[in-house]
């Protein structure tokens, strides 16, 4: 009957989308805003994603690893620069991801939305650590 103390953590956290299939993001905003998210974006092209890792509020980021054919690389760093968890997205798995960023969490598409609350809650709970 009572909710785990996880279940809430969502619950008004900004996240940033970057992910260039319409269908794909519409599924990821829905998903989001069943959790009590607020969504940042979605960003389609690389130079947009650049510049909201840069400039926007949000608490952690989903991003697609290949961005209308660009490596979304350039804004994984810009976002562990400002020291914020990241989720990638990819239909290829862990394997595909570069270094330095082995050790972030994967989502593999497609995935589930219960896949997607555990990949988030557990990229928030990590961090700092």
Do not use: H, W
């Amino acid at each position: 009957m009572s909710a785990e103390p996880t279940e809430n953590l969502l619950q008004g956290i900004r996240v940033l989308v970057v992910e260039d299939e319409a269908a794909i993001s519409m599924l990821l905003e829905d998903m989001l805003l069943d959790f009590g998210c607020d969504v940042v974006g979605p960003a389609a092209r690389l130079a947009t994603a650049l510049e909201m890792a840069g400039n926007e509020t949000f608490d952690i980021a989903i991003l697609d690893v290949n961005v209308a054919g660009e490596p979304i690389y350039p804004v994984a760093e810009a976002i562990a620069q400002r020291d914020l968890p990241l989720v990638f997205s990819t239909g290829y798995g862990g394997a595909g991801i570069r270094e330095p960023f082995r050790d972030r969490p994967v989502v593999q598409k497609p995935f589930s939305q219960s896949d997607l609350k555990r990949t988030l809650i557990g990229a928030i709970k990590g961090k700092g650590g």
